[in-house]
C-alpha cells in the first residue's frame, strides 16, 4: 500500500468574455479497487470582468463508464476559468478484476487499424512475458501478446510532441512514426483488438510528469492491466488513474461550451508524489 | 368521396397556404418543397386494423423491452439469441447512454413502424424507426383540410377520427415528465426538413417550441429560457434533433444544436428525453432480422407481424443465397436511412452488380438483402386520372408510462413513378391519408 498526493491545476484565460458556459470535467480519480481516495475535491471557479473571483457549484456523477464527472454551468461573463483537483490516493498494484464489456472489442472511429496496421499486428512475434515484467505476474498467452504488441508500438514510434493533434487516428500516427502517449495508446489499442483481446483507453496523473498521461488496459482472465505502451512496461503504482473509455474521445478532461468569440490560453501543472 | 377527389388541387392548396413543406438537400443546397397530397386515401377494414393494431403494438413493446436490456442487463446476447457484433458495432448503439434507465423504463415513446402490403393482402414490416420518426403531422393536417373543403365526405363514411393524435401525444409527454415543468418539443432549426411538423405538433400539444439555445442546463435540471432569459423547468422534451448532435459535452462536440450536460440532466432522471438517446441500435437495419425473434424472447408470443423476407450476409448460408441471387434482391446499407443506400439488384450493370458482390464479401455486416415484395399499387389521382402507384405505411405508436396506442391512422407514401418502389418524402413521393373504417356499411367502392 502507497500514498500518493495529487494536484492537477488548470486556467483558460479568454481574451475577451465570454458568458454562457457549460463545462464538463474529468479531472478526479476514477474509483478503482486499486485505488481509494482519502481525500479529494474539486474547485471551480471563474474570474469575472471587474476581477471579482466567483467560486462555481459542482455537480458531481458517474458517467456511461463509471468515470467521475464533475459539471456546471456559469451564465454570467467572465475571463478566466480554473479548475483545481486535488487528494491523497491509497493504492495497490495495478489490477482490476470485472468483466469485460464487449464494445472494447469493436474498432472506433479513432482505432479503427489500416491494412499497414493489421499487417504489422500479424507480423509482431511472440516474446517471453519476463522480459519487462516481475516474475510473479502469471504467465498466458494474453499477457504476452500484450506486451509484444506494446514493445512492438514502442519500437515503431517516436515520441515526438507536436507531430500529431488531439484527433489524429491511430492509422495516421501509425503512419507518420511519431506521436504522444495518446497515439501510443490508440495504435496498441487498436493492435489488441486486431488480436481480439478487450482493450480500453485509460487516462490519468502520472508520478513525476508534468502533464497527464494516458495509457491502455487490456483484460486477461478476468483482470484488467495497465500498460503503458509510451514508457513500454506494465503499471503497478504511482499513476493515478482518471478514467477509461474505447478511445480519447470517450475521457477528454474538459470540455466546455460557450457564447463569445475569445482566444483561449491555457495552463496546465500536475503533480504526483508519494507521501 | 368524390367531391373530395375533385378537390385535389383544393386541399394542396390549403396545404400550401399553411406552410406544409418537406426540406430537401440537394447538391448540398437547401431546397423547400411542397408534400403533394393525393385525395385518394388508403382505406383499412376494421378487421384488417385490429389485426394491425395487435401486430404494432407487440412489436414495440418488444423493442423496448430489448432496448432496456441492451442498456441494462443484455440477457438477449447472454442467451444468443442476438449476436452481441451486432449490437456493438450498430452505430446506433451508444455506449454513453449504458446504464441510463429512463422514466418507466420507455425508450421508443413515439415509433414510426413502415409497412408494405403484399398483392395477396399480407402485410410486412419493412422498417422501425424509434429515433426521430417524422410524418404524423402531414396526414393529420390533411385531414382537417379535407373534411373542411369536403364535410359530406366524412358524414357519408365512417372514419375513425385521426385528429387526436395532439392529445396522445401531449398524454406521453405529460406521463413521462418528471417535474411537472414544462413539456418543449426541440427543433433543430427552420432549415430541418420536418420543422413544419415539429411547429405543429408544438402548437396542438401545447408544448413549448424550443430552439437550440432555448434550453440550458443549470444545477443539473433542464430550464427553458426563450428570448427574455426568464428561467423556465423544462419536465419532458420532445427532441428533434438526432443523438449525435443532441449534448456536445458527450457526443459530437462540435455541435451547435445541442443542449450541454442534457445527458447529465437525463441520467439523474430530471428531465425525461422523447425518443431516449440510444433507440439507433434498435432500429438498426441489420437488428431488424431479429426483432420476430425479440417478440417470442421477451413476450413468450409469436410475432403477429412479420418482417419481408430478409437475409444477413453476415452468415454463412444466407451470404451464399444473396451473392448467388444479387440481381433479384433489394440490398440495403445498414448505416444509411431515408431510402439512401438501397440499391435493386435488377437495376445494377454487371459491373456495379459485382462491385456491390465484392463489397458484400469483405463487409458482410454493412448489408442486408430483402425479397423484393411486390406490393400492392393503390389507386391514386393525377391530372389525367386515376393511375397506379407503389405505396407504403408508416404507423404511429406511442408508448406512455400505462398503454401502448397506436394511432387510427398512418401516413401513406406513394412512388410519384410508376414502377418506383421508393417512396420516401426525400426522394420526392407525394402523400395519402389513411382512413381506418369503423364499419362495413360504408366502405368506399371504386373512385
Known amino acids: ?275 | 368521396m368524390y367531391s373530395l377527389v375533385e378537390s385535389r388541387e383544393a386541399v394542396n392548396n390549403w396545404l400550401e397556404r399553411y406552410g406544409v413543406r418537406f426540406g430537401i438537400y440537394k447538391n448540398g443546397k437547401f431546397k423547400e418543397q411542397l408534400f403533394p397530397f393525393d385525395p385518394i386515401p388508403r382505406v383499412i377494414t376494421p378487421e384488417e386494423w385490429a389485426y394491425l393494431e395487435k401486430g404494432l403494438s407487440q412489436r414495440v413493446r418488444a423493442l423496448n423491452l430489448f432496448l432496456a436490456d441492451i442498456y441494462g442487463e443484455k440477457n438477449i446476447i447472454k442467451n444468443n439469441v442476438v449476436p452481441k457484433s451486432f449490437v456493438y458495432a450498430s452505430k446506433g448503439y451508444l455506449p454513453q447512454c449504458e446504464g441510463i434507465r429512463p422514466p418507466h423504463g420507455i425508450f421508443a415513446h413515439i415509433a414510426g413502424i413502415d409497412l408494405v402490403q403484399a398483392r395477396d393482402g399480407s402485410w410486412f414490416v419493412l422498417e422501425d424507426n424509434l429515433r426521430i420518426p417524422s410524418g404524423a403531422s402531414y396526414p393529420l393536417i390533411a385531414r382537417s383540410i379535407a373534411r373542411k373543403v369536403s364535410p359530406e365526405t366524412f358524414t357519408a363514411n365512417h372514419i375513425e377520427d385521426n385528429r387526436n393524435y395532439p392529445d396522445l401525444l401531449k398524454h406521453t409527454m405529460d406521463s413521462m415528465n418528471v417535474n411537472g415543468g414544462l413539456n418543449v418539443v426541440f427543433t433543430p432549426g427552420r432549415y430541418n426538413s420536418a420543422f413544419f411538423e415539429h411547429a405543429y405538433l408544438a402548437e396542438r400539444t401545447g408544448a413549448v417550441l424550443a430552439f437550440p439555445g432555448d434550453l440550458i442546463v443549470e444545477d443539473n435540471h433542464v430550464y427553458y429560457q426563450g428570448i427574455f432569459h426568464e428561467k423556465t423547468l423544462v419536465g419532458a422534451i420532445y427532441r428533434r434533433v438526432s443523438d449525435e448532435y443532441l449534448d456536445p459535452m458527450v457526443f459530437e462536440p462540435t455541435s451547435l444544436l445541442g443542449v450541454p450536460n442534457l445527458m447529465q440532466a437525463y441520467a439523474a432522471g430530471n428531465v425525461a428525453v422523447l425518443n431516449s438517446p440510444g433507440n439507433g441500435v434498435a432500429d438498426d437495419k441489420g437488428l431488424y432480422y431479429f426483432v420476430p425473434r425479440m417478440v417470442e424472447y421477451y413476450l413468450g408470443e409469436k410475432a403477429l407481424l412479420q418482417n419481408a423476407p430478409t437475409y444477413l450476409p453476415y452468415y454463412e448460408q444466407d451470404r451464399e443465397y444473396v451473392l448467388n441471387n444479387t440481381e433479384k434482391l433489394v440490398i440495403k446499407d445498414v448505416s444509411e436511412a431515408g431510402g439512401y443506400g438501397v440499391v435493386f439488384g435488377r437495376d445494377l450493370e454487371r459491373d456495379r452488380l459485382e462491385k456491390l458482390q465484392e463489397l458484400i464479401r469483405s463487409e458482410p455486416r454493412r448489408w442486408i438483402a430483402q425479397e423484393v415484395i411486390n406490393f400492392k399499387d393503390l389507386e391514386t389521382m393525377e391530372d389525367r386520372g386515376v393511375v397506379y402507384r407503389k405505396a407504403d405505411l408508416r404507423a404511429f405508436v406511442l408508448s406512455s408510462a400505462d398503454s401502448t396506442v397506436v394511432w387510427k391512422s398512418g401516413l401513406t407514401r406513394f412512388a410519384r413513378q410508376a414502377d418506383s418502389f421508393v417512396v420516401n418524402s426525400s426522394q420526392g413521393g407525394g402523400f395519402k391519408d389513411t382512413w381506418v373504417m369503423r364499419d362495413h356499411q360504408s366502405l368506399p367502392k371504386q373512385f
Open chain 1, 1 to 275: 500500500m502507497k500514498q500518493f498526493f495529487y494536484r492537477y491545476e488548470s486556467d483558460i484565460l479568454f481574451s475577451t468574455p465570454v458568458s454562457a458556459h457549460s463545462w464538463l470535467l474529468r479531472c478526479m480519480p476514477k474509483e478503482e479497487p486499486f485505488q481509494r481516495a482519502e481525500r479529494a475535491f474539486v474547485r471551480v471557479s471563474v474570474v469575472r470582468e471587474d476581477g471579482e473571483e466567483l467560486s462555481l457549484p459542482v455537480c458531481h456523477g458517474r458517467d456511461a463508464f463509471g468515470n467521475a464527472v464533475q459539471w456546471g454551468y456559469v451564465a454570467g461573463a467572465h475571463c478566466r476559468f480554473s479548475i483545481l483537483s486535488e487528494g491523497v490516493m491509497r493504492q495497490t498494484p495495478y489490477r482490476i478484476c470485472g468483466t469485460a464489456h464487449d464494445m472494447f472489442l469493436e474498432h472506433t472511429a479513432l482505432t479503427r487499424p489500416d491494412a499497414d496496421m493489421e499487417r504489422f499486428a500479424g507480423q509482431v512475434p511472440l516474446r517471453a512475458a519476463e522480459e519487462s515484467c516481475e516474475g510473479s505476474l502469471p504467465r498466458g498467452k494474453v499477457l504476452e501478446r500484450a506486451l509484444s504488441l506494446c514493445d512492438a508500438v514502442y519500437r515503431h514510434m517516436s515520441y515526438v510532441p507536436g507531430a500529431t493533434t488531439v484527433n489524429t487516428t491511430a492509422g495516421q500516427a501509425f503512419a507518420l512514426g511519431q506521436g504522444v502517449c495518446q497515439d501510443y495508446a490508440h495504435i496498441l489499442l487498436s493492435l489488441l483488438r486486431c488480436s481480439g483481446i478487450p482493450a480500453r483507453y485509460a487516462c490519468g496523473y502520472l508520478a513525476g510528469e508534468g502533464a497527464g498521461h494516458a495509457w491502455v488496459e487490456f483484460f486477461d482472465q478476468g483482470v484488467w492491466r495497465g500498460l503503458d505502451p509510451a514508457n513500454n512496461r506494465l503499471l503497478s503504482c504511482g499513476c493515478i488513474k482518471v478514467a477509461h473509455g474505447r478511445d480519447s474521445a470517450d475521457c477528454p478532461v474538459n470540455r466546455g461550451v460557450f457564447t463569445g468569440r475569445a482566444a483561449q490560453q491555457n495552463t496546465l501543472a500536475i503533480k504526483v508524489e508519494e507521501v
